[in-house]
């Protein structure tokens, strides 16, 4: 025999307006409560017409945090007026004895309620009294009595205006946590936003990946801060409506009013996620995460998460690895997409800790592949590019050495591309500024590794220094110096040696950006890095036949290396030196079209190394799902 279906969770905040509608000014208990209905109630508030009968409102109080009652009253006061009384002054008023069912009033439930109802009798009943004037059959409010309504709807929204203790809110599951980028993949669907047929299909397209279109009026909250404007998205939130908002709210602002509120109304699952919140946003320590234990699905992967990102703050790697598998196997049923991105984020890790191995590049494999083809994870899709990206091209660095096979670093080189290319497709320039160059630029690298044998290779290098044009629009000194220093570098070099029917152009404006990194590199805080750019810069003067200027660079280049003790790239500029003498006994046609006034004035070009020195790949950061921002990125350097 199947088991009984579950009762739905009580409602905690119970009004009631009791009294008969066909008689006058009796009615203003159930009139008052479709007035609140029109205007809209709280969430954790259920309004009912409790009419006459008393034994229903008994029973409907059961379970409740607290109950309002409004009904009309005849004390001989002015009409309208209005009283607020506590529910325990009237609980011992009416004598019960004799009272048959149909003679049973709100007043006689209050005082056999404790009796009645036991523990499930509510902490907290509040009694709002309109006096009345008339209560004629089928007469109309009388207009005081309508005035003391007016007045009265105030006073119980009031009442019942979520303030932290009086309404707990049961989070609604599936929650699509960690689906949509920040700040929104930390945003709860209220229950409210899902009560309808159109919240109901938004949720399950976002636990498939998918975006609502359109988007459903109560998820508007959702669909700005998906869209990247969280302020916008702030503003539609009321913090003090309802748990789920106050948590929507901290999760937007970072406020810590809110995040009290949260707090205080919060219970179970929402509790669990508030605390990771707090924690997230750096109002929480990592000892005060919740444990797992009575946690399930995805609000249990969530938790587990913030503890890998706990783990790596104390410097312990595998115990973040631990977590986020135990994440990954307790979101696989319940959200496979958060499953997805919880193998991509093992990755990342795996790389940071050990370097890029087939492990790796399975798990960012294995993560890429489940999440194609679905636009709400698309930025999430775009780093796991990166991360796989840069995995493939640290193999292929490593199969380059001597003794590897050469063709299978080409090879792995290709696979980078295609990853680069994947994560371009993604990323918008404006919204992802820093991802965007950084795409390009290790695009640029693979391509640069790649060797030249025939046009298409011709034209590689010429794609890659477009890309590293692209991310020097991004990367400016000013904001990134170190970043800027190396694409810099790069584009220098390449310019150097790209195929090209106007090579006195390249090289010149290669000479340019040298000129600007020996400004950010000077000798006394880098003398091997300035030692490298004088190198490549007396290169690029030699090939343009300006040997006067190219052998003082030279000179000074090799001097910085000796004292550093960097044989090998003295010998290389000894060998530069030897070049410039053979060329010095030839005629170059090249150096006659050269005006050198100009070119000892031009502006910034890229470095092209002698003594090689390829800028490492930024490894990609962990994506930031349940994760403090920032707790697991890798120095660039």
Avoid at 528 to 534: D, E, F, I, K, T
Wanted: hydrophobic share 45%; net charge negative; aromatic share 4%.
């Amino acid at each position: 025999m199947s088991a009984p279906p579950e009762s739905p969770p009580v409602v905690p905040v119970l009004v009631v307006g009791c009294g008969n509608l066909l008689r006058g000014d009796d009615a203003v208990g159930p009139l008052l409560v479709r007035h609140l209905w029109e205007r809209g109630i709280p969430d954790g508030v259920e309004l009912v017409d409790g009419g006459t009968a008393g034994m229903d409102v008994a029973f409907k109080m059961r379970g409740r945090r607290k109950v309002v009652i409004v009904d009309a009253a005849r004390t001989g006061s002015t009409p309208g007026t209005l009283f607020r009384v506590p529910g325990e002054e009237l609980e011992n008023l009416p004598p019960v004895d004799g009272i048959n069912q149909h003679a049973f009033r709100w007043d006689h439930a209050l005082a056999v309620g404790r009796w009645l109802l036991k523990d499930g009798y509510p902490p907290e009943v509040v009694v709002f009294l309109v006096e009345a004037e008339g209560t004629e059959p089928g007469a109309d409010l009388t207009p005081a009595v309508a005035a003391g309504m007016e007045r009265a709807i105030e006073l119980v929204l009031e009442e019942v205006r979520f303030r932290g203790e009086n309404i707990v809110t049961v989070l609604s599951r599936p929650q699509p946590l960690g689906v949509l980028p920040l700040p929104a993949g930390w945003l709860v669907l209220p229950a409210d936003a899902l009560a309808d047929e159109q919240g109901a299909e938004a949720r399950r397209l976002l636990m498939a990946g998918l975006l609502p279109d359109p988007w459903p009026d109560g998820l508007r909250v959702v669909e700005l801060a998906a869209s990247g404007d969280a302020e916008a998205a702030a503003a539609l939130v009321d913090p003090a409506a309802g748990p789920e908002h106050a948590y929507n709210h901290f999760v937007l602002t970072g406020e810590a009013a809110s995040l009290g509120l949260a707090r205080a109304g919060a219970t179970g699952d929402l509790a669990a996620l508030v605390t990771v919140a707090a924690y997230s946003l750096g109002q929480a320590a990592a000892a005060d995460l919740p444990e797992v234990d009575g946690l399930a699905g995805e609000v249990a992967a969530h938790v587990l998460a913030a503890r890998a990102a706990a783990r790596l703050e104390v410097g312990d790697p595998q115990g973040a690895l631990d977590a986020l598998v135990a994440a990954e196997a307790a979101a696989q049923q319940a959200s496979p997409v958060l499953a997805a991105l919880l193998l991509g984020q093992q990755a990342g890790l795996l790389q940071e800790v050990n370097g890029a191995d087939p492990d790796v590049v399975g798990a960012y494999v294995g993560a890429v592949d489940a999440l194609r083809g679905m636009p709400a994870v698309e930025l999430a899709m775009a780093e796991l590019a990166l991360g796989l990206g840069t995995a493939y091209q640290e193999l292929a660095a490593e199969g380059s050495r001597p003794g590897e096979g050469s063709q299978q670093g080409q090879d792995l080189l290709v696979e980078a591309v295609r990853c680069y290319h994947l994560a371009l497709r993604l990323l918008r320039k404006e919204r992802r500024p820093e991802r965007y160059a950084f795409a390009h630029s290790n695009l640029a690298l693979c391509y640069l590794a790649m060797p030249m044998s025939d046009a298409r290779d011709k034209l590689r290098r010429g794609v890659a220094v477009q890309s590293l044009r692209e991310a020097a629009k991004i990367y400016t000194r000013e904001e990134y110096p170190r970043e800027w220093a190396s694409v810099t570098l790069n584009l220098a070099n390449a310019l150097q040696h790209l195929p090209t029917t106007h090579p006195v152009e390249n090289l010149v404006e290669a000479v340019g950006r040298y000129e600007e990194l020996l400004e950010a590199r000077p000798a006394q805080t880098d003398p091997v890095g300035h030692a490298r750019v004088l190198a490549n810069q007396g290169t690029a003067l030699a090939h343009l036949g300006i040997h006067d200027q190219a052998r003082p660079k030279l000179d000074a280049a090799r001097e910085l290396f000796a004292a550093a003790g960097d044989t090998g790239a003295v010998a290389t500029v000894d060998a530069a030196l030897a070049d410039l003498e053979g060329i010095d006994r030839r005629d170059r046609s090249m150096t006659t079209t050269v005006d050198r006034a100009i070119v000892a004035g031009v502006p910034g070009v890229h470095e092209v190394q002698v003594v090689p020195a390829a800028p490492e790949p930024v490894l990609v950061p962990l994506a930031s799902i349940g994760l403090r921002p920032g707790a697991a990125t890798q120095d660039p350097r």
